[in-house]
């Protein structure tokens, strides 16, 4: 079955740059969404389509690729931003909806 | 706008069965896929499957097929998983989610319930 790797942590300082990385055999291949999980809430989609932005999520967010990795980028990086990331693939090959195993986004 | 109404917090005793629903509303029910996707304690996003509710198609994950059963009532525009079986390792928040109006059609999700807790407990 497709794997999506993640890392498991990302610290930043605020007002800096966070790059929170996906890995996946042949992940260009896809489309990659990309989810935000506060503590106590429902996911909220950050990023789909590789780099599209749902209404309402700042500029800050942005998703890109390269080679087999997909980047979810959070520039000017605020305390708000502090949660679980994880990103998403549909694998056309198992019909399965796959998800990364997320990672903590810690604002130093 | 759209918006997914969960059913209650649910304590069952191993071996049970579970089923819990999942109510859409300001959209047309058809229109999009619903996905049922758990969080267990500590643990990351897992999906579990999803129902077409315009024919009442299903897929499931692997670790989930044979013990769960998705299904969609356009008379009451509820969806529901029903999970059987049930195991400590089952104790999990369940999410139901599903795309607004008017999105670009896909398998991602940008509108969620807010989940149910259900816990497995002797």
């Known amino acids: 079955s497709y794997v999506l790797t993640q890392p498991p942590s990302v610290s930043v300082a605020p007002g800096k740059t966070a790059r929170i990385t996906c890995g996946g055999d042949?992940?260009?291949?896809?489309?990659v969404h990309w989810y935000q999980r506060k503590p106590g809430q429902a996911p909220v989609l950050v990023i789909y389509?590789?780099?599209d932005r749902p209404s309402g999520i700042p500029e800050r967010f942005s998703g890109s690729y390269s080679g087999n990795t997909a980047t979810l980028t959070i520039s000017r990086v605020e305390a708000g931003d502090e949660a679980d990331y994880y990103c998403?693939?549909?694998?056309?090959?198992?019909?399965?909806?796959?998800f990364g195993g997320g990672t903590k986004l810690t604002v130093l | 706008e759209v918006h997914l109404v969960q059913s209650g917090a649910e304590v069952k005793k191993p071996g049970a069965t579970v089923k819990i629903s999942c109510k859409v509303s300001?959209?047309?029910?058809?229109?999009?896929?619903i996905y049922w996707v758990q969080q267990a304690p500590g643990k990351g996003l897992e999906w579990v499957g999803l129902?077409?509710?315009?024919?009442?198609?299903?897929m499931y994950a692997e670790k989930f097929q044979g013990r769960v059963t998705i299904t969609a009532d356009t008379s009451s525009d509820t969806a529901y998983m029903e999970l059987r079986s049930l195991t400590s390792g089952d104790t999990a928040l369940y999410y139901c989610?599903?795309?607004?109006?008017?999105?670009?059609?896909?398998?991602?999700?940008?509108?969620w319930g807010k989940g149910t807790t259900v816990t497995v407990f002797s």
């Open positions: 989610a599903t795309l607004s109006h008017g999105a670009s059609e896909g398998y991602y999700m940008d509108v």
């Open positions: 300001g959209s047309t029910f058809t229109d999009y896929y």
């Open positions: 129902v077409d509710p315009e024919d009442g198609e299903t």
């Open positions: 042949n992940i260009a291949s896809k489309s």
């Open positions: 389509y590789d780099s």
């Open positions: 998403q693939v549909w694998d056309r090959s198992s019909d399965h909806v796959v």
